[in-house]
């Protein structure tokens, strides 16, 4: 089947999900943060997880973010950078996805 925002079968994986990949992100920041060389490879992996479950919830700002966080991190940030281009489009063709989750506490 499918996975479509009106699959509600969705919407509690995506929840479990979302609070897994933040729980590794939080967790990241927490031992890498402060690091003279964090592991960018790992932040990349967590934000890009984070940034489709996003995406699939249609939190298109959101996923946004986190490609943007991504870039930041990658050895080619150009394929990220074409990702975050496709997604803006989608998101001014079609104001009704701007639905953002509310900003978490970190």
């Known amino acids: 089947m499918p996975v479509t925002l009106t699959n ?16 590794a992100l939080r967790r990241w920041h927490e031992r890498e943060g402060k690091q003279k060389e964090p592991d960018l ?3 990349e992996e967590i ?3 984070l940034a489709r479950v996003e995406e699939k919830a249609g939190n298109l700002e959101r ?9 930041k991190a ?3 940030p ?3 950078r074409q ?12 104001p009704g ?3 953002s989750p509310p900003s978490l506490n970190r």
């Open 47 to 49: 934000v890009i997880n």
């Open 78 to 80: 150009q394929a990220l």
């Open 41 to 43: 490879r790992s932040l």
């Open 74 to 76: 990658s050895p080619n």
């Open 8 to 23: 509600r079968s969705y919407l509690p994986m995506a929840s479990r999900a979302r609070a897994l990949w933040e729980l």
């Open 97 to 99: 996805a701007t639905n």
């Open 83 to 94: 990702q975050i281009a496709e997604l803006k489009a989608t998101l001014s063709a079609s």
């Open 63 to 71: 996923a946004i973010e986190y490609l943007e966080m991504a870039s």
